[in-house]
Structures are given as structure tokens and as C-alpha cells.
């Protein structure tokens, strides 16, 4: 689970019209995003990962949210088909820049995916089931990666756009998750380490360099997970959170 290496883009002139479920109550702050992305970019430095940031690509208004378009696991990277006519091209866009460092390979229709519903637990990949992920996704996937378990996760209903979004994976067999939103035998044989009440978007984080970045603002959370024994690092994402991000959409891990 430890990486040495961090993909990111940065934010674009456009991102302020990224896709959103609903607009925000106050717009997204362009100038606010960019510093709040190169905060994020030195935390992650100063926890020993090299970055690798991205000019910003001004015709993909969502193209910040890395997570979404690749998943990378080992000496591959397979590029994912989004159910969202506005991000297609992302992948495309990453391709030249993953193929120096991973084996590239393609979800092929009708599977459809996005990075953020994919939840590598070790030997298992937690695959949600959503607006942007679907069955065929899951099956393309199991046969991509025989060595591990696909398992779908039902995130339809939860009030989530992605799976990431109420879940991170720990280590040691350990789930970080948001309390009630998934069926309780979803993540049956690991260990879950609830969110605290109204905290549920500390569920998004980032294991990285030893530490948990949660997005900031979920105190009881943090002291959950450092009574626990972790490491805890922060960062305040709020002008991501608008563009319906988390923590994790902004980095892909190679
Ligand atoms: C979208 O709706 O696709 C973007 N505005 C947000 C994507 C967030 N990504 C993620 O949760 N992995």
C-alpha cells in the first residue's frame, strides 16, 4: 500500500464548471483550488512521495479528479471507459504520460468505470456499483486481474456518487467507512473503523508515506484513527468538495 510516486493535474481555468450533482451554495474559488491542490502536492512531498503534476488541460473541466479515469495496480495501468459524456477524454489524455511507467491496458464497451469506484483491499478490488460503474465493468475487470477478488459493492441508493467516497482502504485488513451506507455484509473479513457522526466525508481519504490525509474539518474522526495508532495528516479540499471530489480523486498512485 505504500507508493512512491503521485500523479496529479492541476486545476484548470474551466474546473469552476466541473460536473456536479448539484451546484454548491457558494462557486468554486479557481484561485482558492489552485493553492489548496499545491498544498496537497506539498504535504505529500514532505511525506516523502514524488510528484508528478499535470498542466492543467483547460478543455477537461473535471481532468483535476485523476482517481478517475485509470486504475493502476503494480506494473499496469488500464485505462476506464466514464459514463460521463463531459470527462471522455480524460483517459486518453493520461495515456502517453502512464505508458512511461506502466503497461497500459483499456476497458473495451460496454463496461463502464470510473477510478473512484474502485477500492484495492489487497487481495480484494471492492468494485461499486453506480451512476458511473456497471456490472460489465466488473466482470472486464476479473478477468484483467485474475489474482485478485472483484467484489461489487452496491453504492446505488447510498447517496454517494463513488464507493471511494464513503470508503477507504487502511491497510492491515482495515476499512475506513461512513457509518450505514453500505449493506453490512458488503466488507465481509475486514475490520471497519466507522467515521464519526456527521463526519461521513472523512471516509475519503489518502494513505500515503505512512500517514492518513484526511480532508480537514472531521476532528472526531481523526482522533478515532489516531487512538488507533495512525499517523494523521490533513488538508482542506473545500473547493473540491464542491466539484463533488474527495481527497482521493485528486491523486492517482503509480
Ligand atoms: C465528477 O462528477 O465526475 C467530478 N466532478 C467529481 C469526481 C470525483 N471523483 C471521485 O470521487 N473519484
Redesign the pocket.
Known sequence: MQHRTVLMREPGASYPE???RERASSPIDLACARAQHLELRGLLERLGLETVVLPAADELP?SV?V??PALVRGDRAILLRTA?PA?RGEAEALAPVLERYKRVERLEAPACA???DLLDAGKVLFAGLSERTNRAACEQLQELLPELRVLPVEVRGTGL??L??GATYLGRDTLLVAPGRFDSEAFRGYTLLETAPAEDAAANAVVAGGAVILPAGHPRTEVRLRERGFRVETADISEFAK????L??LCLFL
Open positions: 466541473a460536473t456536479v473535471d479528479f482517481e478517475d460521463t470527462r470510473d477510478g473512484g456518487l463513488h471511494k467516497s466539484g463533488d471530489g474527495g482521493s480523486c
